[in-house]
């Protein structure tokens, strides 16, 4: 459920910094409105401000042209009363506005209208300047406030803030827990998919047709993986049971060839054909074998002997097997031990198999002779058993298709010596052990590869 909490926190992280950012916004336009009509250059008090200072008396008042025109602009009338409330100028002033007012009358009229004119009055030198405005053009309202009311409202804002926040965040929980309602089984069935399991969605609500595909999709995995188990088994099955028919009627075939190479009743030709017959035998019996046991290592159905192994000791068990063999002259053989102590914990059978396919693989590639040096090395975490030779090598781009099984389809070419299944066959057995092989080599600079495995610590 992870998925599914982290779709919500960003989800109602996206939500509070949206409504937040609106908000904001909201509050930098209103600002912007409220102030640019109340600032703006045309605005009734920066009008009857102009006028008053635009006013001029030399004798009589005149108004500047700057004045009077932005008083045309904006259709507005003007007169200036003296301290007797009578006007002693006006500009376009309408006939049915009076032209003598008492004290009552100016301290109605600055505040609110004038014969429904809205005015606006600006006090100079010499009385009161009036501007008035055409009816509806401008709307005046006066509003009275405690002074504790205006002390508060920073708090009242503040408050009113919060609220909004609260509630942004209790819808954005509310339509995030509905969301993730919907897409949690979506999670969990993608999650099944990535780890091969088959898992149902209920289709239903918008992501409907999303479910439908996961389900498709699951079954058509379960199909294929139910193919593929019932092939594999199939192939080890066949494997298996080709090597137990095999083994029988070879053993018989070999003992008879065996018999008939050793006779001294045969003549020496037909010795020498059944001692052909009794090589090609053998290495019949060891393809099966081999067969056998990388298909086993294959699908994980190789039981391992594990037990505490030195791997001095398997170095030399491996170098005395090959010299007990009978070595060839062209052929020599060193190994190097840095540990006597060193062990791993490991299945000996398997890897005496694994370190004897490298060793024979120094051989059948290099005929005309070659030095091979077998070597034990590790540190606190894994041990090491390297199989190296300074015979001719392989090009580097080939060392990759080279640990593929004969016949993969990840192998450009088939197996040029031998049945190919000597380094793949090493390869599985390490990992069998938690390990694994690792093989350097280029053209004209040997072969190196070394078995890298857990160590046994004491």
Not at 290 to 299: G, K, R, T
Not at 443 to 454: I, K, R, T
């Amino acid at each position: 459920m992870d998925g599914t909490a982290r779709i919500l926190r960003r989800f109602v992280g996206a939500t509070i910094i949206t409504s937040v950012a609106l908000l904001i916004v909201n509050f930098i336009i209103l600002g912007v409105w409220i102030f640019g009509g109340m600032n703006g250059s045309h605005s009734p008090g920066q009008v009857v401000r102009n006028v008053a200072e635009g006013l001029r008396y030399n004798g009589s008042y005149t108004l500047d042209k700057e004045a009077g025109k932005l008083l045309r602009q904006n259709n507005a009338w003007a007169m200036l009363l003296d301290r007797d409330g009578r006007a002693v100028w006006s500009f376009d002033m309408p006939d049915e506005v009076p032209r003598s007012y008492s004290l009552a009358d100016v301290a109605k009229f600055s505040r609110h209208y004038l014969q429904n004119y809205p005015v606006t009055v600006w006090e100079r030198d010499g009385g009161l300047v009036v501007v008035g405005f055409p009816q509806d053009s401008v709307a005046k309202y006066q509003f009275s406030f405690p002074v504790d009311w205006v002390s508060g409202l920073p708090f009242r804002s503040a408050v009113l803030v919060a609220g909004n926040l609260a509630l942004t965040l209790l819808l954005s929980l509310f339509i995030g827990s509905r969301l993730v309602k919907s897409i949690a089984p979506l999670i969990r069935g993608i999650h099944a998919l990535a780890e091969e399991r088959s898992e149902y969605v209920e289709p239903k609500g918008v992501l409907s047709g999303l479910a439908a595909s996961i389900n498709n999709a699951s079954l058509l995995m379960q199909r294929k993986n139910d193919k593929l188990k019932a092939r594999d088994e199939a192939r080890s099955n066949w494997i298996s049971g080709i090597s137990h028919d095999i083994r029988t009627p070879l053993s018989i075939m070999l003992g008879y060839a065996s018999e008939l190479e050793e006779s001294e009743a045969v003549p020496p030709e037909q010795r020498h054909k059944a001692g052909i017959i009794r090589h090609q035998g053998e290495m019949l019996r060891s393809l099966v074998s081999d067969l056998n046991l990388v298909s086993m290592l294959e699908y994980e159905m190789q039981p391992l002997h594990l037990k505490p192994i030195r791997l001095s000791a398997l170095v030399r068990l491996i170098a005395s097997e090959f010299l007990n063999r009978g070595w060839d002259d062209k052929y020599t053989l060193e190994w190097i031990v840095r540990d006597e102590q060193l062990k791993i914990y490991g299945d000996e059978k398997l890897l005496v198999r694994a370190l004897a396919n490298l060793m024979q693989n120094s051989i059948n590639h290099n005929p005309n002779g070659c030095h091979i040096v077998l070597e034990t090395k590790g540190d606190c975490e894994v041990g090491s058993i390297v199989v190296s030779d300074d015979g001719k090598g392989v090009p580097a781009g080939d060392i990759p298709e080279l640990l593929e099984l004969p016949y993969s389809s990840k192998r450009k070419r088939p197996a040029q010596n031998g049945h190919g299944l000597g380094l793949p066959m090493a390869a599985s057995i390490a990992k069998a052990h938690r390990g694994r092989l690792i093989v350097t080599s280029d053209s004209g600079e040997g072969f190196h590869a070394e078995m890298v495995l857990p160590i046994l610590r004491n």
